[in-house]
């Protein structure tokens, strides 16, 4: 264990305290915002929004990109525009951050969990597909649970870590079943999947800029999607459902105030711009610890899947049992290197206990082992 803490004090040359994922700011993020101070425009009117949302459609290959306040929010908008509504259901993976999941009930629907596959640690598709064919029937082009009598209108598949999870096979099953699939790319911004990048492959993606994210504006998220009837929408939804006039203050619907502001919009360019340089960085990174671990036999580090090329966001590594994993997270915490655990299943939490749940086998041996270890890109 020592030998561990000792390898990643030499990667980042420090003995302080090396916390999981800091952010980086050494390109022109001081310049924008002081552009962006200077020019009065630091709320919900500005360049930088626009500048934004065009170069990152750009970057993920998507027509449209929709900036909002955060991660959590963009995937509620998602959801709504996947006509997710109340006492609807939703499927999504056990083993995912809590966000995922309070979206979900933030549109008045249940999550129903399944299981992940262990090569992405991503929703399984065969676990999808024996879920929907044991417990759902389609009747009237919609997808119906027998167990609860309710719609199934979205899936949200979840590349963990930022490794992409078999989106071709998730995508195909739910078009199958009428089920809208919303992309929780919140953690793989710069990962692809058969040359493709994450978040484009479902009807509607989602990304996070929260500042453990790759890059970051503070707090961001983005919306992006190939339908020009949704991105308007989603535009309008977010910014608070007004229709435009040079001066009438007229609204059509319940709006929300979701849109990012200039200032987070002006950083987020900035760090955009270094994106490639990150992922390189990232990648680099990886390869140490892949080289690192392989001479450990209790310890397997987490690879990019098959047929993906992930931006290693976080890297996680797999102890054979529960004890050692435990063993390590207290010798590295308390040596100074921050290290964590994978999320608790959703299912165990008092919100979702008695969420329907199909076999979760792969999920319950990840959660018992996986732990996150320094990810920062080094400097
Ligand atoms: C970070 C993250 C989000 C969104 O988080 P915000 O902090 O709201 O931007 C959503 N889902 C997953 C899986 C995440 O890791």
């Known amino acids: 264990m020592q030998k561990i803490v000792d390898f990643i004090q030499s990667i980042y040359n420090t003995k302080e305290f090396l916390p999981l994922h800091e952010p980086r700011f050494i390109g022109n993020e001081k310049k924008y915002l002081n552009d962006c101070i200077d020019s009065t425009f630091v709320s ?43 006492d609807d259901e939703v499927i999504t993976q056990a083993l995912t951050f809590i966000a995922t999941c309070n979206a979900i009930n933030y549109c008045g629907a249940k999550p129903i969990f399944v299981d992940v596959d262990l090569d992405t640690l991503g929703l399984s598709p065969k676990a999808l597909e024996k879920f929907l064919e044991k417990n759902c029937i389609i ?42 699939v919303v992309e929780d ?36 998220g983005v919306i992006v999607t190939n339908d020009k009837k949704l991105a308007k929408k989603a535009k309008h939804l977010t910014t608070t459902a007004k229709i435009p006039h040079p001066w009438e203050y007229k609204h059509d619907m319940i709006g929300y105030n979701y849109r990012l502001v200039n200032l ?66 207290e010798f590295s915490n308390k040596n100074g290197i921050m290290t964590r655990p994978i999320w608790t299943l959703m299912n165990k939490l008092d919100m979702f206990k008695d969420a329907q749940c199909g076999s979760l086998k792969n999920s319950k041996y990840l959660e018992k082992r996986v732990v996150n270890i320094t990810s920062s890109v080094v400097i």
Not at 64 to 85: E, Q, S, W
Not at 160 to 168: A, E, L, M, S, Y
């Open 185 to 220: 790319s919140a953690e793989s911004l710069g990962s692809y999947y058969k040359n493709k990048h994450t978040g484009v492959f479902g009807k509607l993606g989602t990304f996070s800029f929260n500042g453990n994210k790759i890059i970051t504006s503070g707090g961001g």
């Open 264 to 329: 987070n919009a002006a950083l987020l360019v900035a760090q955009l711009e270094q994106l490639n340089k990150f992922l390189k960085n990232k990648r680099e990174l990886a390869q140490k610890y892949k080289k690192f671990f392989k001479e450990f036999d209790d310890i397997t580090f987490i690879k990019e899947p098959k047929n993906s090329k992930s931006n290693y966001w976080l890297n996680g590594i797999i102890f054979k049992n529960q004890k050692q994993r435990d063993k390590f997270l």
């Open 139 to 180: 009747k009237d082009g919609k997808c119906i649970n027998k167990t609860t009598n309710k719609i199934i209108k979205a899936c949200v598949p979840m590349h963990t870590f930022g490794h992409p999870c078999k989106i071709d096979k998730i995508v195909k099953i739910c078009k199958k079943w009428h089920i809208k």
């Open 44 to 86: 919900s009117v500005g360049k930088y929004v626009d500048i934004f949302e065009k170069q990152f459609a750009k970057k993920v290959g998507a027509k449209y990109a929709i900036a909002v306040v955060n991660g959590t929010l963009a995937l509620h908008i998602a959801l709504l525009l996947a006509n997710v509504k109340k």
